[in-house]
C-alpha cells in the first residue's frame, strides 16, 4: 500500500504561520499532480490547493489565495504547504492526496482524481 505522510501541523494564533509538508517511501510524485484538502469540525472536505507535475501552474481555494502557496520538490519527493495569515477558519485536518494524472482537473476539488491519500495532520489556529 502507497503511504502518504503529512507532517508540519500544529497550533498557531491567528495571523501565523505554518509550513505543511507531505513525502512518501513508496509512491513517486513527479508525475503526478499533487493537492492539499482539508476537513473542518463539522464540515464536508475541501480542495485547498493542487500543482501539476511540472509545479508551475496551481489551481487555489478562493479563501486562500495571496495567503496559501503550494508547491513541490520533485527531487525530494516532496510536496509543501505554506500557510500565512491564518484565520479560525482554517482549522481543520489538512490532507495530501496524490492523482494519476499529470495535471489538476477542472474537478479537482471534489477529490475524485485523487487514489492516494495520507492520514493527515491537524492544523489549529486560535488565540
Known amino acids: 500500500e502507497d503511504l502518504l505522510v503529512e507532517s508540519g501541523g500544529g497550533l498557531v494564533q491567528p495571523g501565523g504561520s505554518l509550513r505543511l509538508a507531505c513525502t512518501s517511501p513508496?509512491?513517486?510524485?513527479?508525475?503526478?499532480?499533487m493537492a492539499w484538502f482539508r476537513q473542518g469540525p463539522g464540515k464536508a472536505r475541501e480542495g485547498v490547493s493542487c500543482?501539476?507535475?511540472?509545479?508551475?501552474?496551481?489551481s487555489n481555494k478562493d479563501s486562500v489565495k495571496g495567503r496559501f502557496t503550494i508547491s513541490r520538490d520533485n527531487a525530494k519527493n516532496t510536496l509543501y504547504l505554506q500557510m500565512r495569515d491564518l484565520k479560525p477558519d482554517d482549522t481543520g485536518m489538512y490532507y495530501c492526496?496524490?492523482?494519476?494524472?499529470?495535471?489538476?482537473?477542472?474537478?479537482?476539488?471534489?477529490?475524485?482524481?485523487?487514489?492516494?491519500w495520507g492520514q493527515g495532520t491537524q492544523v489549529t489556529v486560535s488565540s
Open positions: 492526496a496524490a492523482s494519476g494524472s499529470v495535471a489538476c482537473s477542472p474537478s479537482w476539488s471534489g477529490g475524485s482524481p485523487f487514489g492516494f
Open positions: 500543482i501539476n507535475r511540472n509545479g508551475d501552474t496551481t
Open positions: 513508496t509512491l513517486t510524485f513527479a508525475d503526478r499532480a
